[in-house]
Nanobody
Framework: QVQPVESGGGLVQAGGSLRLSCAAS????????MGWFRQAPGKERDFVAA????????RYADSVKGRFTISRDNAKNTVYLQMNSLKPEDTAVYYC?????????????????WGQGTQVTVSS
């Protein structure tokens, strides 16, 4: 079992960058695939990116391809989301989630463990 904790959110101007971090407790972090999701006010929670347990494979939502990069450091039990060229429509609460084993699922229902979220606000 892992417990993700997100950090790194904040206010940034359009075109700027932020790096989110997700530190996960637990000795078996390297056996979990990880995902980032986001939820804007009044909207559904949407898939952003996912990375397999080894870090060898990734998947992105079309809306963030070429701008966001997901990565992980299993020695630090941490997954990252580097966000560049941010747009106002990227404004949301960003959540980190974990699922046991291999997977790049875009469905939130395939993830068992969730963080509390971190707010990202992009001003125009």
């Amino acid at each position: 079992q892992v417990q993700p904790v997100e950090s790194g959110g904040g206010l940034v101007q359009a075109g700027g960058s932020l790096r989110l971090s997700c530190a996960a407790s637990g000795r078996t972090f390297s056996t979990y695939s990880m995902g980032w999701f986001r939820q804007a006010p009044g909207k559904e929670r949407d898939f952003v990116a996912a990375i397999t347990w080894s870090g060898g494979n990734t998947r992105y939502a079309d809306s963030v391809k070429g701008r966001f990069t997901i990565s992980r450091d299993n020695a630090k039990n941490t997954v990252y989301l580097q966000m560049n060229s941010l747009k106002p429509e990227d404004t949301a609460v960003y959540y980190c989630a974990a699922r046991l084993g291999y997977g790049l699922d875009p469905s939130q229902y395939d993830y068992s463990y969730w963080g509390q979220g971190t707010q990202v606000t992009v001003s125009s």
